[in-house]
C-alpha cells in the first residue's frame, strides 16, 4: 500500500507537480529495480506509463527496515529522467550507502521505499530557513553535506540546529555556515510505501 506524505506547504511553482498515479509508478519501479538488480546484477529498462515520469529529475530514494535508516542515495540535480533517476537511486541506495552493508535479496520484502524528489537548488539566507519546507545543502572546500527536509522534522530541530547538523554531515565544524560555507536550500516533494 502507498502512502504519501507531502513535506511542503510550498509555493506550487516549486512542485514538480507529480500526479498520485505518477508516485506509485516511482515506488514500483524503485522496489523492482531493487528487486531485479539483487536477483540477476543488472539494472532493466523500465517504461514508465505517464510521461511526467520522463521529464528530467532530481530525486533521492530512502530505505528503512523497522523504522530504521537502511540506504538513502540521491541526486541533487537532473541528470537523467525522473524514473531513471530513482531507479537508479533506488539500486544505489540498497547496494552503495557506505554507511551499510548491502541489502540482500530476502531483505527486500521487509524494505519501505520513500522517494524525495528535489527542486533546484538556490541560495538561502539562515533566517529564511523553514523546518519541514527546506532541504538543505552546506559547501565549503570540496567538501558537502546535504540533508532531506523531513529530517529536521524528525528530529525537532531549530534551524540553526539543522545548519550546524548539515555542517557536521559535509564533515565541516558545526558553525562552518556562519564562517563562509555556502548554504543552499531545496523543497521535496516526499512520498513513501506505508509502514
Not at 159 to 171: D, M, S
Amino acid at each position: 500500500m502507498i502512502g504519501f506524505r507531502l513535506v511542503p506547504p510550498v509555493p506550487p511553482e516549486e512542485l514538480p507537480y507529480l500526479t498520485e498515479e505518477d508516485r506509485t509508478e516511482l515506488l514500483r519501479i524503485a522496489r523492482r529495480s531493487v528487486e531485479r538488480y539483487l536477483k540477476n546484477g543488472i539494472m532493466f529498462a523500465e517504461t514508465p506509463e505517464f510521461p511526467n515520469l520522463l521529464a528530467p529529475g532530481a530525486a533521492f530514494v530512502t530505505l528503512t527496515s523497522g523504522g530504521r535508516l537502511r540506504g538513502c542515495i540521491g541526486y541533487t540535480e537532473a541528470v537523467a529522467s525522473l524514473y531513471r533517476t530513482v531507479q537508479e537511486c533506488a539500486v544505489a541506495a540498497a547496494t552503495e550507502d557506505p554507511r551499510f552493508p548491502s541489502v540482500t535479496e530476502p531483505e527486500v520484502s521487509g524494505l519501505r521505499f520513500e522517494i524525495s524528489v528535489l527542486t533546484p537548488l538556490r541560495p538561502i539566507e539562515p533566517e529564511a530557513i523553514r523546518i519541514g519546507t527546506h532541504g538543505l545543502v552546506v559547501s565549503q572546500g570540496g567538501r558537502r553535506g546535504l540533508l532531506l527536509p523531513q529530517v529536521a522534522t524528525e528530529y525537532g530541530w531549530s534551524p540553526t540546529a539543522f545548519l550546524a547538523h548539515t555542517c557536521t554531515k559535509a564533515g565541516l565544524p558545526p558553525d562552518a555556515w556562519k564562517h563562509g560555507a555556502a548554504v543552499q536550500s531545496f523543497t521535496a516533494e516526499v512520498f513513501g510505501e506505508k509502514e
